[in-house]
Nanobody, 123 residues
Framework: QVQLQESGGGLVQAGGSLRLSCKVS????????MGWFRQAPGKEREGVAW???????SYAHSVKDRFAISLDNAKSTLYLEMNSLKAEDSAMYHC?????????????????WGQGSKVTVSS
């Protein structure tokens, strides 16, 4: 069973940057896909960024060219570098892991989730 723990959220002004971290522990299948999701109050959870087992990445249109997902295998940590932040990026951010690309590419259907890290962007 894989455990995920996010950190790095906080309050930042619009235009600023934050880096979220997701520490991975427990058994991790080498075929595990990982992703970042977010959920703002009153809104559905949405996928933000994903990283494939071959380290290829994909992004939601709303964050493309502003956010970057990466994985440091030596530190067992997933990152989300967020730049040019906007007020609409404010949300609870969760990392997720699954051995099924089909499940993790659809928001809310991954098998493993962290508890989340809150990001607030002031305008």
């Amino acid at each position: 069973q894989v455990q995920l723990q996010e950190s790095g959220g906080g309050l930042v002004q619009a235009g600023g940057s934050l880096r979220l971290s997701c520490k991975v522990s427990g058994y991790t299948d080498p075929r595990t896909f990982m992703g970042w999701f977010r959920q703002a109050p009153g809104k559905e959870r949405e996928g933000v960024a994903w990283i494939d087992v071959d380290v290829s990445t994909s992004y939601a249109h709303s964050v493309k060219d502003r956010f970057a997902i990466s994985l440091d295998n030596a530190k067992s940590t997933l990152y989300l570098e967020m730049n040019s932040l906007k007020a609409e990026d404010s949300a609870m951010y969760h990392c997720a892991a699954d051995t099924s690309w089909g499940r993790i590419s659809r928001a809310g259907q991954a098998n493993n989730w962290g508890q989340g890290s809150k990001v607030t962007v002031s305008s």
